[in-house]
């Protein structure tokens, strides 16, 4: 059996008041999470809502490899993600951890 070390990233986004919704919206709408999705070495990309929380955003993401998310970083959708942060974000924190999977 096979192993190998996958990143697993945690995005926290805190969003201004009330522009949670909004900011998932403009993800969608720019079609960020379906491409990220699609992209190579892409295992996982999924946003949830803190049920504590009405101004955080949790995105969870797992890549194969620290190539894969190199390339996700230069896509166009993400630098369209990047450009509307402003717009919607009072902070983002990120949490890389590796991990690994059994083939």
Not at 53 to 79: G, K, N, P, R
């Amino acid at each position: 059996m096979n192993t190998k070390e996958n990143l697993l990233l945690n995005v926290t986004y805190t969003t201004k008041l009330g522009k949670r919704t909004a900011f998932l919206n403009a993800l969608t709408q720019l079609g960020v999470v379906e491409k990220s999705k699609q992209e190579p070495g892409n295992l996982r990309y999924d946003y949830y809502y803190p049920i504590d929380s009405e101004d955080q955003l949790l995105l969870v993401e797992i890549w194969a490899d620290e190539e894969a998310l190199a390339f996700h970083a230069q896509t166009e959708h993400y630098q369209q993600l990047q450009a509307i942060k402003g717009d919607y974000l009072i902070n983002a924190s990120i949490e890389k951890l590796y991990i690994r999977s059994c083939q």
